[in-house]
């Protein structure tokens, strides 16, 4: 049996106090992370070189008693090992060069792909050897929508229109590209347990600017097919999905995906989930990230109220989204130790 406190909870146990980590826990809030990050020329080498994004991701640890490290990189890695020109602009977010929505896979391909990653894996596995014995690891990956959508719009967008329209439009171009999308990271994250990670996450940020019925075909089905291939190579590999923003369909995302976990988006309200959700599946979230960055009593009544709310069952504490480059360091100390005092 493992000592991880976070593992057990994500095998269904519940603990006295529920096992901590925050999405984003490592990044721009922290100075070290600033002071780090200036001496890489680009964010993608960044992310590429493990002994930047090693430290990147240790750094959190050092100040906080978190249960688990994320793995430091990027959801657009993927894309980038694809072969299409991905880039960041100080201030303006990550930039790619649209794929061509007549011809998506033009350019794109899996023959480069793990080498492309292979100071990602190299990452994986360094972390696995230094991380503190209670502490686990999780690795992650961008669901093939939330991915498509920067791939096809060139960056980040308002609406989404360009994407959304394209999967109306052209339903069978745009599968091309969520099916590449389907084995890429499957495989991406088959790798990364190879490597040492213990748990992984799908990150399906932007699942919630699709319909019923596109949320099904474009969030629901691959995740399921993705979480299908990962336990065909590695059957016990816990999975956490995120698919933010899907209000009542994350009953179906949980019901249909085969995830282990679902990490619940600040919208979700705790009684629903508690009473539809937690009888299914394992609780990660859901706390208000900007409640985190505000802090004050608000911030105490908050976590209280959430660890109440999910007492009754398995339960991992997080936010509803990452942390945001403005929230100050010691109000996230603050949330760890209410957490581990709780009860
Ligand atoms: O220059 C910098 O320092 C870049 C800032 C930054 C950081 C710290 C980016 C660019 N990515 C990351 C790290 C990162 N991204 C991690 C590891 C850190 C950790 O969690 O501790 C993870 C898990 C991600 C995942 C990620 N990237 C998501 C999914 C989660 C989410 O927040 O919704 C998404 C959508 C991205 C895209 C992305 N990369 C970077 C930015 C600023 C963005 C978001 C852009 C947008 O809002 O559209």
Not at 110 to 123: I, Q
Not at 216 to 236: E, G, N, T, Y
Request: charged share 20%; net charge negative; glycine share 10%.
């Amino acid at each position: 049996m493992t000592e991880k406190k976070f593992l057990q909870v994500l095998g269904g146990a519940r603990a006295e106090t529920p096992p901590i980590w925050m999405m984003r826990q490592a990044g721009r809030y922290l100075p070290e992370y600033r002071e780090l990050r200036r001496r890489a020329e680009s964010f993608l080498e960044f992310c590429y070189t493990p002994a930047m994004a090693v430290e990147a991701a240790l750094q959190p640890l050092r100040r906080y008693d978190f249960d688990a490290a994320i793995l430091f990189s990027d959801i657009l890695v993927v894309p980038d090992a694809l072969g299409q020109r991905v880039w960041f602009e100080a201030g303006a977010g990550p930039k790619l060069e649209p794929v061509e929505k007549s011809d998506p896979l033009a350019g794109l391909g899996m023959d480069n792909f793990h080498d492309h990653l292979a100071g990602v894996y190299e990452t994986v596995s360094q972390l696995d050897a230094k991380l503190p014995s209670d502490v686990a690891l999780i690795g992650f990956a961008g669901a093939p929508w939330t991915v498509a959508t920067y791939m096809a719009e060139g960056g980040s967008s308002r609406d989404y229109a360009d994407v959304r329209g394209w999967a109306y439009h052209d339903p069978e171009k745009f599968r091309a590209l969520i099916d590449l999308l389907v084995e890429a990271t499957a495989a991406y994250l088959v790798r990364q347990v190879d490597a040492g990670a213990e748990a992984l996450q799908l990150f399906d940020s932007w699942a919630g600017v699709l319909s019923e019925a596109q949320i099904r075909r474009w969030s629901v089905d691959p995740a399921k097919r993705i979480v299908a291939a990962v336990k065909a190579a590695h059957p016990h590999v816990p999975v956490i999905g995120f698919p933010r923003g899907a209000g009542a369909l994350y009953a179906d995302y949980v019901r249909e995906t085969g995830i282990d976990a679902v990490s619940l988006d600040v919208a979700v309200p705790l009684g629903w989930a508690a009473a539809h959700l937690q009888s299914q599946t394992v609780i990660q979230g859901n706390l208000d990230n900007l409640l985190l960055a505000a802090g004050g009593a608000a911030l105490d009544e908050e976590v209280g109220r959430i660890v109440e709310a999910f007492a009754g069952g398995p339960h991992i504490f997080n936010l509803g989204h990452g942390i945001i480059p403005a929230t100050p360091p010691e109000h996230v100390g603050r949330v760890v130790d209410l957490v581990k005092n709780a009860g």
